[in-house]
């Protein structure tokens, strides 16, 4: 009978202590979502935005010409509340600018167009959709500093500099030459085989392949993406005479300027820490 109770009573203890890991675990679960949620201020109210002008018309402007407007007033309100630092923003401009770039290129070339009206389109691209890369951006930027990146095992500049470089000239080249974005999805799984990133949740420490949260986030931009042609952010050619999924494949191309985006993200951050030399086990 003594050893009964003793063993009943185990079994009520670690049912207990399960109970409690489990219950710590949701709450991390829970606070590292609201981080995440708020990291993507900006890309939710660009979707508000999309799901407002597309199904409530507003007066005056065209649809394109209020977004520019919606998009320029969260930037400011961000930054004067102090959600976005100067530095953040500076980073958000600059990939507003590699965007525009991109999307008057891809535009011109028949992958996309942007077929509604607006007094803010330059050669058939509105201005609004360069927020939609800073968004990408300035989610890299708040998650980074929400919770606490940082990375180890940091290949050398040498090889990561010029294999994004190639990435982002490969959305241009492919149209006169071989899309090679299967071989450079291949050489990043390569670069960064042994690079980890670390994060914090309530101050406790979790890693994770940096190559897999390369394909995580080109996974959520993908359903981002087909929620934005929803809205007629933009239209593919497929997408002309009714909205149909984007081909899957788009997920490779989402990874590749993931990959462009957190470069540059990680390099700016390693010049503000007054160029810390990069170390074998993080930067």
């Known amino acids: 009978m003594r050893n009964q109770f003793f063993v009943k009573e185990a079994n009520v203890h670690g049912s207990s202590t399960s109970t409690i890991k489990l219950l710590g675990s949701l ?7 609201w981080q995440q949620s708020m990291a993507c201020s900006f890309p939710v109210v660009i979707f508000a935005a999309l799901a407002l002008t597309q199904f409530i018309p507003l007066p005056l402007l065209p649809r394109y010409d209020w977004l520019l407007i919606i998009c320029l007033t969260m930037q400011i309100i961000m930054l004067r509340t102090g959600l976005e630092t100067r530095d953040e923003v500076k980073v958000i401009t600059l990939f507003h600018l590699i965007g525009l770039c991109l999307e008057l290129f891809k535009v011109h070339m028949g992958s996309w167009s942007y077929p509604e009206e607006g007094y803010s389109k330059i050669f ?9 890369y800073a968004s990408v951006a300035s989610y890299l930027c708040q998650a980074w500093r929400r919770l606490q990146v940082d990375l180890i095992q940091w290949p050398p500049f040498t090889a990561a500099v010029p294999l994004a470089a190639v990435i982002y000239l490969n959305f241009f080249t492919h149209h006169f030459w071989l899309d090679i974005r299967w071989i450079l999805s291949g050489l990043v799984l390569v670069v960064f085989w042994k690079t980890w990133v670390i994060y ?10 940096l190559a897999l949260s390369f394909f995580l986030i080109g996974f959520f931009i993908w359903i981002a993406e087909n929620i934005a042609t929803y809205f007629k952010a933009w239209q593919y050619p497929n997408q002309a005479g009714a909205w149909s999924l984007v081909h899957l494949g788009k997920v490779s191309s ?22 810390r030399p990069l170390r074998g086990n993080g930067i």
Do not use: D
Request: charged share 15%; with cysteine.
């Open 27 to 33: 709450y991390q679960l829970v606070h590292f979502g």
């Open 124 to 132: 058939g691209v509105p201005l609004y959709s360069g927020f939609m």
């Open 200 to 209: 914090k949740v309530n101050g406790k420490c979790y890693r994770m392949p």
């Open 254 to 275: 989402w990874l590749l300027l993931v990959i462009v985006s957190f470069l540059i993200v990680a390099t700016l951050k390693l010049y503000k820490e007054k160029r």
